[in-house]
């Protein structure tokens, strides 16, 4: 199979600010698609990517339902139904079990998974009008194995995967594929989190996670970017309700 293409196709990537979303717009821009890049607010940054790649910004919070309602109302009016949606944010604090503030324990399971349960229950009429669709949900390693003071974060990354299995089964006969990836430690500013908990400088931190990968190394969003595009290739369709780990052999285990 050649690399996909998504000439003329609408692709809603949330948390596109910065880093792995950044990316994967660019990279789907690269492929010919259109591009709507999303995040919480409008910013420099967000309007410089979508300048960047001939794309469209598509602002909210995406916690918020009514906001993630408005958005994908708007980009149908605007630019047309979205046919890839890559749900890509993410929220993370961390803090000891007995500790965490439940206002803030809440924030991170509204952002992760209910945001994307929002994303999802509002682009899914276009795509039954076009009578498909590709959904690729971002989780991620923690949400495989869990994190120690990370409860909220992996939990959400859990729900995401159920999230994917279920829907799946739901979806898939409609010709509306879901499936989801599973990064382990990639280079990207959230790492800042991991070393500001941590109390030491992020490049100490890149080497202690490198430290327990068998390729020696973290990884690139590059590489996220490549398998969430093929996931989202509409010439794969056999490939459903599955989670992709992207780790570096760090977790080899089914999800």
């Given at each position: 199979?050649?690399?996909p293409?998504?000439?003329?196709?609408?692709?809603?990537?949330?948390?596109?600010a910065?880093?792995?979303g950044?990316?994967?717009?660019?990279?789907?821009?690269?492929?010919?698609?259109?591009?709507?890049?999303?995040?919480?607010?409008?910013?420099?940054?967000?309007?410089?990517l979508?300048?960047?790649?001939?794309?469209?910004?598509?602002?909210?919070?995406?916690?918020?339902?009514?906001?993630?309602?408005?958005?994908i109302?708007?980009?149908?009016?605007?630019?047309?139904?979205?046919?890839?949606?890559?749900?890509?944010?993410?929220?993370?604090?961390?803090n000891?079990?007995?500790?965490?503030?439940?206002?803030?324990?809440w924030?991170?399971?509204?952002?992760?998974?209910?945001?994307?349960?929002?994303?999802?229950?509002?682009?899914?009429?276009?795509m039954?009008?076009?009578?498909?669709?590709?959904?690729?949900?971002?989780?991620?390693?923690?949400?495989?194995?869990?994190?120690?003071e990370a409860?909220?974060?992996?939990?959400s990354?859990?729900?995401l995967?159920?999230?994917?299995?279920?829907?799946?089964?739901e979806?898939?006969p409609?010709?509306?594929?879901?499936n989801?990836?599973?990064?382990?430690?990639?280079?990207?500013?959230?790492?800042q989190v991991?070393?500001?908990?941590?109390?030491?400088?992020?490049?100490?931190?890149?080497?202690?996670?490198?430290?327990?990968?068998?390729?020696?190394?973290?990884?690139?969003?590059?590489?996220i970017?490549?398998?969430?595009?093929?996931?989202?290739?509409?010439?794969l369709?056999?490939?459903?309700?599955?989670t992709?780990?992207?780790?570096?052999?760090?977790?080899?285990?089914?999800?």
């Amino acid at each position: 199979m050649t690399s996909p293409r998504f000439d003329g196709k609408l692709v809603l990537v949330t948390g596109a600010a910065q880093g792995m979303g950044s990316v994967i717009a660019q990279h789907f821009a690269s492929l010919g698609a259109r591009v709507a890049v999303n995040d919480r607010q409008a910013d420099e940054r967000l309007d410089a990517l979508a300048s960047k790649i001939g794309g469209v910004t598509a602002v909210a919070d995406v916690s918020d339902p009514q906001q993630v309602s408005d958005m994908i109302a708007k980009l149908k009016s605007d630019v047309g139904d979205v046919d890839v949606l890559v749900s890509n944010h993410a929220y993370m604090t961390m803090n000891s079990f007995l500790d965490y503030d439940a206002d803030e324990w809440w924030r991170v399971i509204d952002t992760n998974l209910g945001g994307t349960f929002s994303l999802i229950q509002n682009v899914l009429p276009g795509m039954r009008r076009q009578g498909a669709g590709r959904i690729v949900v971002t989780s991620s390693i923690w949400g495989v194995c869990g994190w120690p003071e990370a409860t909220a974060y992996s939990a959400s990354k859990a729900g995401l995967i159920s999230l994917v299995k279920t829907l799946g089964r739901e979806l898939g006969p409609e010709n509306i594929v879901v499936n989801a990836v599973a990064p382990g430690v990639i280079d990207t500013p959230q790492l800042q989190v991991d070393a500001d908990a941590a109390g030491m400088p992020l490049s100490d931190m890149h080497a202690v996670y490198a430290e327990g990968i068998p390729l020696g190394r973290i990884g690139q969003p590059i590489e996220i970017a490549a398998t969430i595009a093929m996931l989202a290739d509409f010439r794969l369709r056999s490939l459903v309700g599955q989670t992709i780990q992207i780790n570096g052999g760090e977790i080899r285990s089914r999800v």
